[in-house]
């Protein structure tokens, strides 16, 4: 796979086709940076989304859920999207009001992960994205929890991503009538304190890769 | 409309329907908490799905784009989501970690909104829940403004919510073990510190609205 993208005609970015990238690292780094995905299929005609986890290992996004999930156990083409909000932009002009975000979509057939091999590096590589660090610290899945759960797969190669950073565009006539506040308002994620759960049977300390996650 | 959820088939929540609200104020104020929805819809024959702002009105989901987007354009049956996550779910084994989160899906058909008087509400009410006091504060659509922006309302009709809050669900025998920690992480939406744009033509002073967002 190349480190440019190349769109086919559905994943050209059409709207606002300024702010798509056509770099493969800003894919990368986009879902590597948010924390849950946008999953849409087909359903009996109908477009069904739904959140859900999922981990990267270099260009394949792996997703889990339970072996009786219809949704899952059904999926075959599918879109998901990955979006990281930065900032609400704020314009003279209600118009021009925006957000800085990153925008992933990929399209794709889910590829139904069978191999034992993979579906083990698969649910390593969701654990970290979830929670860095747990797959080490936590015990790791048994037999009947591996049976119990269905991995698929969706390839990278159909995939567009759009970056919307800086100030507002405002029209000329607005920036010289001056008469709102033009600017941004930067959106963060941030961490509270981990609580511990209510039924620890001793005083475990908070593990660095919770006390330190950034 | 009651404040009771009341499901069809396909909007009755299956997986982990412990977690389901029947309420509508839950679905009301899991709509009001998000920033952004992901809307799903089928374009020839393909799911797909964008990251897009919206906002509420009573039992009315409002949604707007370039009326020149073909997706906002031809949309017929959609399916919104809107999630907000709330915190990582450390457990002491791998599987039982989970996320806290809010979670909206709504199944509809869109309905493209011609009435000038609605079409201003429902910019109106997106302009605010992207950016509360804007409305008043920046300059309101113009003509070719309005007739440049497609408006489409989804019904709160055939809606779920889904809600997970508290401490890992783990197994007695590796709460037992008492090998992993367990607990939670809270995740926090916080707003920077504003950051005006560079051409604002004079030294107009951060506005409340923009300064004291919640």
Redesign the interface.
């Known amino acids: 796979m190349t480190t440019q993208l190349s769109p086919t005609e559905?994943s050209t970015v059409?709207?606002g086709a300024h702010r798509a990238s056509t770099d493969r690292a800003d894919l990368h780094a986009t879902l590597d940076a948010g924390?849950?995905c946008?999953?849409?299929?087909?359903?009996?005609?109908?477009?069904?989304?739904?959140?859900t986890?999922y981990g990267r290992l270099d260009d394949t996004l792996y997703l889990h859920?339970?072996s009786?999930?219809?949704s899952l156990r059904e999926a075959d083409?599918?879109?998901?999207?990955v979006?990281v909000?930065d900032?609400?932009v704020?314009?003279?002009?209600?118009?021009h009001?925006s957000?800085n975000?990153r925008?992933a979509?990929i399209?794709g057939r889910a590829r139904h992960v069978t191999d034992p091999g993979e579906r083990w590096e698969a649910?390593r590589v969701i654990?970290e994205h979830?929670?860095p660090g747990?797959?080490d610290?936590?015990?790791?899945?048994n037999k009947k929890?591996l049976a119990a759960?269905a991995v698929i797969a969706l390839d990278l190669a159909e995939a567009s991503v759009k970056i919307r950073t800086g100030?507002?565009g405002?029209d000329a006539e607005?920036?010289?009538?001056?008469?709102?506040?033009?600017?941004?308002?930067?959106?963060?994620?941030?961490?509270?304190?981990?609580?511990?759960?209510?039924?620890?049977?001793?005083d475990?300390?908070?593990?660095e890769h919770?006390l330190r996650?950034g």
């Open positions: 559905r059409r709207r924390l849950i946008h999953l849409a299929m087909v359903v009996d005609g109908s477009p069904r989304v739904l959140p986890g859920g339970s009786g999930a219809r083409e599918v879109c998901a999207s979006t909000v900032g609400v704020y314009s003279r002009s209600m118009m009001h957000m975000y925008s979509v399209h649910l654990t979830l929670a747990s797959w610290h936590a015990r790791q899945p929890e759960t100030g507002p405002d607005d920036i010289e009538a001056n008469e709102a506040w033009a600017g941004v308002l930067p959106l963060h994620r941030t961490w509270g304190d981990p609580v511990p759960a209510a039924d620890l049977v001793s475990l300390p908070v593990p919770v996650r």
